[in-house]
């Protein structure tokens, strides 16, 4: 009954234990209230081999994994093998030689025949359990751990063979030869604690007969030194027992471990081969896209343009003049969005070619400013420019800063109320190198939506809110560009106070002047 209710108990234990493992996959599977088939994968192969641990320790003797029980026995046959085995021997025949000095030798002959006729069968049983450890029967490991009893009982029969002795020190020689040898049975057999168990008592009853038979208070006394060394022994196997399965326990978890990185390597390794191929046909796509559309939008906007001029004659009605100057507006829009995609996907595949050259930013940065003048004058917006003097020309793409600062511009423009302030610096950074900024005193952006508009399409609250028009592309492209260009992207906002945003380029792409050449020197040149 008592070993049911211990069994029955186990078995709940370890169902509760496989339970709570179980639901502890769930959450770091779930992203957002939604599970992928990966992680669901993932969820079942853990759930497997929690149930397929829990079966080999129901079914086990000793309540360990099957693996378990394999390396501690062949760990156990390995120690009978090698080392003990011979220690055994030697320690034999020494306290053969050294128990003539009381015994008839024919006597205690025999005695470490038998002593080594163990040894010889142990090593023998050991070498075939090692051998043939996957396919090892059951008789097989109980022969060994038997053969274990046998030698004990051998080594407690020197006890028996020493009772008619009354020499003290016989009776000291036969527990120190005792404590001997539970050391090393002790040391080669603590990965199977029911060998240890067998080799162990019958020392211990061997040396209770010798109190029973002789109560001399100097033969208890070695004898109760001899009992307590092997209950010291007891505790160390225990000991040496639990730290052996830790470090198999560790040892698995380790495995499951590498064997999880490799899994999860080879997993992002086939997500980026994914996503790089899809990468690459997105690009294609917009490639040819672009192609398709730029050719009928190129008519759209030339012939909306010429029916908006009225190039052919007056309307009929002037309200297809407004119809006309519409869906010129919106050609021109989708247009700038095509181009803004084709612009966005070069970038992030890599295949943007620089054009550079000599360029003079103040400059670019004028002509941008006087582009959307008109624009901010519609909104009563006032456009500050500082610009630092006798800055020298950098080594960029023309087209690029150009598109950087309008961009910049126009979003500032955009998001800025009516009369509202803006700024536009150029000068020098403290690297030597030159930056571009624009503020405004516009409703800024939260911080919670600062990787929402540096994201591709991605809009704020604010442009949502006032449903300004965009694709929300312009400031992933300026950061790409500028990326590019080997510069530095900033974006800094407070909330109902304004917006910063500023590039910094290299000092490694000024380019300074030279020096005149006097006359003299070119003389001598």
Same mark, same amino acid.
């Given at each position: ?18 339970? #709570? ?29 929690? @149930? ?11 309540? &360990?994994?099957?693996? /378990? ?33 009381? &015994? ?50 051998? !080594? %407690? ?36 604690? @029911? ?16 109190? /029973? ?83 009928? &939008?190129?008519?759209?906007?030339? /012939? $909306? ?15 297809? #003049? ?19 995609? @084709?612009?966005? $996907? ?48 950098? !080594? ?27 700024? &536009?610096?150029?000068? !020098? ?65 407070? @909330? ?6 500023? /590039? ?8 300074? %002047? ?7 020197? #070119?003389?001598?040149?």
């Amino acid at each position: 009954m008592r070993v049911a209710s211990r069994e029955s108990g186990s078995i709940g234990r370890m169902s509760g234990r496989l339970t #709570r493992e179980s639901v502890q996959i769930a959450p770091a599977a779930a992203v957002n209230g939604r599970v992928t088939d990966e992680d669901r994968i993932g969820q079942r192969r853990q759930l497997g081999r929690n @149930l397929q641990t829990v079966r080999e320790r129901l079914t086990s003797a000793s309540g &360990l994994e099957r693996s /378990f029980e394999t390396e501690l026995l062949r760990q156990f046959a390995a120690k009978a093998t090698r080392a003990s085995g011979a220690i055994l021997a030697v320690l034999t025949v020494a306290v053969a030689s050294i128990a003539t000095i009381w &015994l008839r030798p024919d006597f205690i002959g025999m005695w470490a025949l038998n002593g080594l006729l163990t040894c010889a069968l142990s090593f023998v049983i050991s070498r075939r359990l090692l051998a043939t450890m996957e396919e090892a029967k059951k008789g097989t490991r109980r022969a060994l751990i038997v053969l274990t009893a046998v030698q004990a009982a051998v !080594w %407690a029969g020197l006890v028996l063979m020493f009772l008619g002795v009354p020499e003290p020190a016989a009776k000291v020689f036969v527990v120190s030869a005792l404590m001997f040898y539970g050391t090393v049975v002790v040391m080669s057999t603590y990965t199977v604690p @029911l060998a240890v168990y067998l080799a162990i008592g019958p020392l211990a009853l061997a040396l209770s007969l010798f109190v /029973f038979v002789d109560r001399d208070m100097g033969t208890i006394t070695i004898a109760g030194v001899g009992m307590i060394g092997q209950a010291f022994f007891l505790f160390l196997a225990n000991r040496l027992y639990s730290q052996a399965v830790a470090t198999l326990e560790f040892r698995a978890e380790k495995d499951i471990l590498i064997a999880q990185l490799e899994t999860a390597t080879i997993n992002s390794e086939d997500a980026r081969r994914k996503a790089e191929d899809s990468n690459l046909a997105k690009s294609k796509f917009l490639a040819t896209m672009s192609h398709e559309l730029r050719t009928p &939008l190129n008519a759209i906007l030339g /012939f $909306s343009e010429v029916m908006k001029e009225e190039v052919f004659g007056p309307h009929s009605s002037p309200s297809y #003049r407004e119809y006309a100057s519409d869906i010129h507006s919106s050609g021109q829009h989708l247009l700038n969005l095509i181009n803004e995609i @084709l612009d966005l $996907s070069r970038i992030e595949a890599g295949r943007y070619e620089l054009k550079e050259e000599a360029i003079n930013l103040a400059h670019i940065a004028d002509e941008c400013l006087h582009m959307l003048t008109l624009r901010a004058k519609g909104k009563n917006q006032v456009i500050r420019q500082a610009v630092e003097p006798d800055l020298p020309k950098i !080594w960029a793409d023309e087209r690029a800063m150009r598109q950087i600062i309008l961009n910049l511009l126009s979003n500032a423009v955009k998001f800025t109320p009516q009369g509202g302030d803006i700024a &536009l610096k150029v000068g !020098w950074t403290a690297n030597g190198g030159q930056y571009v900024s624009v503020t405004d005193n516009g409703p800024g952006i939260p911080e919670n939506e600062m990787n929402t508009v540096l994201s591709s399409f991605g809009r704020g609250s604010q442009a949502i809110k006032t449903a300004e028009e965009g694709s929300g592309l312009g400031l992933p492209i300026v950061k790409g560009l500028v990326d590019l260009h080997g510069g530095g992207f900033t974006l800094k906002s407070k @909330l109902r106070v304004g917006t910063e945003v500023m /590039f910094t380029l290299p000092a490694s792409r000024v380019m300074d %002047a030279l020096p005149a050449i006097h006359e003299d020197v #070119r003389r001598r040149a």
